[in-house]
Every structure is written in C-alpha cells, then in structure tokens.
C-alpha cells in the first residue's frame, strides 16, 4: 500500500519543494509515497476566484471561507484522515506521526490569513495540528515537516529498518548523543566508554545520557516518562528512587 499524500493549499507550487530531495525524493521517486497539490482556489465560484473574507464581527486579516475549502475537500475521495495545520491545533507527536504513516496516507489543509472559518471544523472531520508554539505565514511548512516526519518511517524508506528505533521521542526521551571519527578533535575525545567495544557499556551509557539530557533539557517530556514508567499494568502506582 503507497502512503497517498493530499495538500489543499492556495500555493501548490510550494510541494514537493524538500520533499523532492534526499529520502523523501527518492522514495517518492520510487513510488513508496505520492503527493497531490490541490490549489483551493480551483473551487471558487465567483469570477475573481474569491477564497477569502474579512471576519465576522470585525478585525484584521482576512478568513478562508468555509464554503469553498469544504467544496475542494468533498471533492476528493478516499479513507485517509484530513488533518488542517494550525496552532490552535493538539501538537503533533512521533507517536501520531508513526500512526499516520502505518495509515493509507494524510490530507492536509494548509491554511493562511487569519485561518479558517470555525465552522468548516463544525461541519467536516478534521483533526487540527500544530507543529510548535508559533506564528507561520501558512500551513505548507507544517504540511511539510508533517509529511517529512511520516515518510521516513514508510516501509523501505531509511536504510535499516530500526534505524528510527533509537530516535528522540521514540521511547519518550530524547536520543543519547553521537560522536564519530576524528577520535580527538580540537582536545575533546570521543568517550571512553564508545570505544570500548562493550555493548552491554554501551547500552547502559546511551540510555543514562538519554535519560539525563531529557530530564535537563526537556523537564516536561522527563515527567511524562516518569509518569508512564511508575505506572504498573494494574494501573496501580509503585515509587521508583526517581521520586
């Protein structure tokens, strides 16, 4: 099954843009995925190709009309979930991204001005995601961090199939830190301990680095996984010396 990517924006020249170049490229290249570039502005209906309107209620900015985005999203077929960048959207996570990319593919609204009318969420099945806590000209930078996310992980994609296994956010921490050759440049060595061949070390090593760097550079993902590692099956609460 081909991961089938859908973008319904007012910029469809802005696709595949860097998803046309390195594993994302040649995968798309080789048919592991494929993307669509909708312009919402084909379904206008008046002479001018109007989108847009000033908000109800008064304001700056104008608002995408929910008549006309709803017309270009009906007018596709297909199971895949629709999915609107947005930062009043639920933050997107690696373990909804691997949830979509074991999925049929994704579309996705890119939105622009002041965003979309309310209602169009009222109306159709939309899933509204942000990709951080900012302010974008549009959604086709998230539509793209959000795909680039997703084919990585396709089947075939990345060299080795655990090559994602270790990565940050995949076990609730961020990843351990990497060194390679020189062995020593400008007076700073590789560890010790990764050039020691011991790969129970190793192992120990990574998963204590992981652990220290989530918990001084992330505190908010660090609780997290405390929180789901004190949790028994039962669902009772045990203390670890983490408490």
């Known amino acids: 099954m081909t991961f089938a990517a859908t973008v319904l924006t007012l910029y469809p020249d802005m696709f595949p843009g860097p998803l046309g170049h390195s594993i994302a490229g040649r995968a798309l290249a080789e048919g592991r995925w494929s993307l669509e570039a909708i312009n919402i502005r084909d379904f206008a209906t008046d002479r001018h190709r109007t989108v847009d309107d000033t908000p109800a209620g008064g304001g700056a900015g104008m608002v995408l009309r929910a008549d006309v985005v709803a017309s ?10 629709v999915l609107a960048m947005t930062p009043r959207g639920r933050p997107l996570s690696q373990a909804r991204v691997r949830e979509l990319a074991a999925g049929p593919g994704a579309t996705i609204l890119c939105g622009r001005f002041e965003g979309f009318d309310e209602r169009l969420f009222e109306a ?7 990709i951080g806590d900012y302010v974008l000209s549009g959604g086709e930078m998230g539509a793209l961090v959000l795909l680039d996310a997703c084919v990585r992980l396709l089947p075939g994609v990345m060299g080795a199939a655990s090559s994602g296994d270790e990565e940050s956010f995949e076990s609730g921490l961020l990843e351990y830190p990497h060194y390679t050759r020189p062995q020593m440049w400008e007076g700073r060595t590789i560890p010790e301990v990764l050039r020691s061949g ?16 989530t918990r001084l550079r992330r505190p908010d993902l660090w609780e997290r996984h405390i929180g789901a590692r004190v949790q028994s099956p039962s669902g009772a609460q045990r203390r670890t010396k983490d408490e």
């Open 124 to 130: 159709r099945s939309i899933e509204e995601v942000s």
């Open 72 to 81: 270009a999203l009906d007018s596709l077929g297909g199971t895949a979930p």
């Open 198 to 213: 011991d790969h129970a070390r190793i192992a120990a090593w990574r998963k204590a680095q992981a652990e220290t760097d």
